[in-house]
């Protein structure tokens, strides 16, 4: 086993991810790496720079040098929270055109696997398990139904005060699935070795004893 092992959970958004690597990562006193908020870091950084979405090298200078840094919960570009910049949809529509970029991604690569350090890291994204850590210990991809996952983000935002529409919503999750999926470079889907969970019908403490089962059976944590 590699001296710092990984947990790779990988999936479309809305599944539960995010919850779950946290509470993961917590359990085991491993680091985070929350893969999707790299890119929607980029997207920010590109909208400050007024760098274009289609500008694929203006985009790959700009993940290449990304001042990102996190802190907890907290997001931080440069010195500013954008904690909850980066989590509107209109940023996280941004990010997943600007994830769809071949330049873009490649920038990236160093800097998620730069996160790989003891005592462990529990990553969380689209590629972690396909192509960031191809030999992660574990891998998780965690799935639901699209018109579940849509409900999910349109409950999220509303608890934050967004005025959102759920119809609109659904559509762009729909969207957002469909450029992930058929992306040239890592397109969204369970490395042949993934356990795949289904969480349309679960509940996020369900999820996380499934997880933290398997952990258990690959000796990655105690039992009990």
Same mark, same amino acid.
């Given at each position: 086993?590699? /001296? +710092?092992? *990984? !947990? /790779?959970?990988? #999936?479309? =958004?809305? /599944?539960g991810k995010g919850t779950l690597c946290r509470r993961v990562a917590e359990r085991l006193g491993w680091r985070l790496l929350d893969s999707g908020a790299l890119y929607r870091l980029v997207a920010l950084a590109a909208a400050d720079a007024r760098v274009a979405l289609d500008d694929e090298p203006g985009l790959a200078a700009i993940a290449r040098d990304l001042p990102a840094r996190f802190s =907890?919960?907290?997001v931080f570009l440069t010195d500013e929270d954008v904690t909850d910049a980066i989590r509107s949809e209109a940023c996280g529509d941004r990010a997943s055109r600007v994830a769809a970029l071949p #330049?873009?991604?490649? +920038? !990236? *690569?160093g800097l998620q696997r730069g996160f790989r350090r003891p005592p462990g890291l529990v990553a969380d994204g689209r590629d972690m398990g396909t192509v960031i850590f191809p030999d992660a210990e574990l891998k998780i991809f965690l799935t639901a139904a699209a018109e579940e996952r849509a409900m999910r983000r349109y409950?999220? $935002?509303k608890g934050k005060g967004f005025d959102v529409n759920l119809a609109a919503l659904s559509a762009e999750v729909a969207a957002r699935d469909r450029r992930d999926a058929e992306r040239a470079v890592a397109p969204l889907r369970p490395a042949p070795d993934a356990c795949v969970i289904d969480s349309t019908a679960l509940d996020i403490d369900q999820v996380v004893e499934a997880? $933290?089962?398997e952990l258990v059976q690959r000796r990655l944590m105690p039992e009990g």
């Open positions: 086993m590699s /001296a +710092a092992p *990984v !947990l /790779a959970v990988d #999936g479309p =958004g809305g /599944a =907890g919960e907290h #330049g873009v991604r490649t +920038a !990236l *690569v409950k999220q $935002l997880v $933290l089962h």
